[in-house]
T-cell receptor
Framework: SAVISQKPSRDICQRGTSLTIQCQVD?????MFWYRQQPGQSLTLIAT?????????ESGFVIDKFPISRPNLTFSTLTVSNMSPEDSSIYLC????????????FGQGTRLTVV | KQEVTQIPAALSVPEGENLVLNCSFT??????LQWFRQDPGKGLTSLLL?????REQTSGRLNASLDKSSGRSTLYIAASQPGDSATYLC?????????FGKGTSLLVTP
């Protein structure tokens, strides 16, 4: 199993500002996944982050809005840039997905409110 | 694209009842299926993982089944308790990231 520490757990931010979310895993992993959960909705994949390469973004998500860093095999950050109220969501990082029999684990999430 | 559907969207039961949550998916080419629990405003807690070659998995009062050919999974909760109140998410692994259903919001009343 993997233990994922994510912070902050929640924040209230002013529109136009940026917030960086940190995700720390207790073991080395190849891929880390960032999801967004809008109010009342299920989880949507934002991007996958591999160490040493650019993140791969899903349709509808762009690097300028959601820059991701992956400096090593246990840590990643997601920045939500130039925030608007529509960015109010829970953001979650995850490991353990991809081809194979692995179990996915999630951080406790960052609940973001943009005012 | 894998589509995951969960029925019902919401469920309210009295304490002690047995209940079944349903999950269906459109593409049977999966590696595994995972059931999660999510408390309000929180992250996801993994409940059960079923590999594509398995038919069911059990953990305590929870039992999950998988019928890959028909694209269905069920989560059975025995003797429900108020502490089981949460949203239950079904997620399918088709070889990349997980595809999630919208969840079933469960309320168990004392």
């Amino acid at each position: 199993s993997a233990v994922i520490s994510q912070k902050p757990s929640r924040d209230i931010c002013q529109r136009g500002t940026s917030l960086t979310i940190q995700c720390q895993v207790d073991s080395q992993v190849t891929m880390m996944f960032w999801y967004r959960q809008q109010p009342g909705q299920s989880l949507t994949l934002i991007a996958t982050a591999n160490q040493g390469s650019e993140a791969t973004y899903e349709s509808g998500f762009v690097i300028d809005k959601f820059p991701i860093s992956r400096p090593n095999l246990t840590f990643s950050t997601l920045t939500v840039s130039n925030m608007s109220p529509e960015d109010s969501s829970i953001y979650l990082c995850s490991v353990g997905q991809g081809a194979g029999d692995t179990e996915a684990f999630f951080g406790q999430g960052t609940r973001l409110t943009v005012v | 694209k894998q589509e995951v559907t969960q029925i019902p969207a919401a469920l309210s039961v009295p304490e002690g009842e047995n209940l079944v949550l349903n999950c269906s998916f459109t593409d049977s080419a999966i590696y595994n299926l995972q059931w999660f629990r999510q408390d309000p405003g929180k992250g996801l807690t993994s409940l059960l993982l079923i590999q594509s070659s398995q038919r069911e998995q059990t953990s305590g009062r929870l039992n999950a089944s998988l019928d890959k050919s028909s694209g269905r999974s069920t989560l059975y909760i025995a003797a429900s308790q108020p502490g089981d109140s949460a949203t239950y998410l079904c997620a399918v692994n088709s070889g990349y990231a997980l595809n999630f259903g919208k969840g079933t919001s469960l309320l168990v009343t004392p």
